[in-house]
């Protein structure tokens, strides 16, 4: 298995940026398929960006597209994501998480998930 530690969340004004990362421990990072999820208040669950299998190519959800990049370090078992022109639609506690499997943007589809870091960004 695999342990995921989020962090990077905080306070931002609208327009701003924040970058969060997700430390893995464990399994090595490069045995797991990664995303990011978000959960807003009174709503579900939501992919918001990953890597495509097996290329490795990164997507995303279309809400955020162009405004956020993810990236991983394999060698420092450490993935990120940077997010760019935040809008208070963007206010959520973010997780990062891993699939033992073939990802896909459903969160049905992994297997372990960290704690969540809190991102609020105010209007």
């Known amino acids: 298995q695999v342990q995921l530690v989020e962090s990077g969340g905080g306070l931002v004004q609208a327009g701003g940026s924040l970058r969060l990362s997700c430390a893995a421990s464990?399994?090595?990072?490069?045995?797991?398929?990664m995303g990011w999820f978000r959960q807003a208040p009174g709503k579900e669950r939501e992919f918001v960006a990953g890597?495509?299998?097996?290329?490795?190519?990164?997507y995303y959800a279309d809400s955020i597209k162009g405004r956020f990049t993810i990236s991983r370090d394999n060698a420092k078992n450490t993935m990120y994501l940077q997010m760019n022109d935040l809008k208070f639609e963007d206010t959520a506690v973010y997780y990062c998480?891993?699939?033992?499997?073939?990802?896909?943007?459903?969160?049905?589809?992994?297997?372990?998930w960290g704690q969540g870091t809190q991102v609020t960004v105010s209007s």
């Open positions: 998480a891993a699939a033992r499997g073939i990802p896909t943007t459903s969160e049905n589809a992994y297997d372990y």
């Open positions: 890597f495509r299998w097996p290329t490795g190519s990164a």
């Open positions: 464990g399994r090595t990072f490069s045995a797991y398929n």
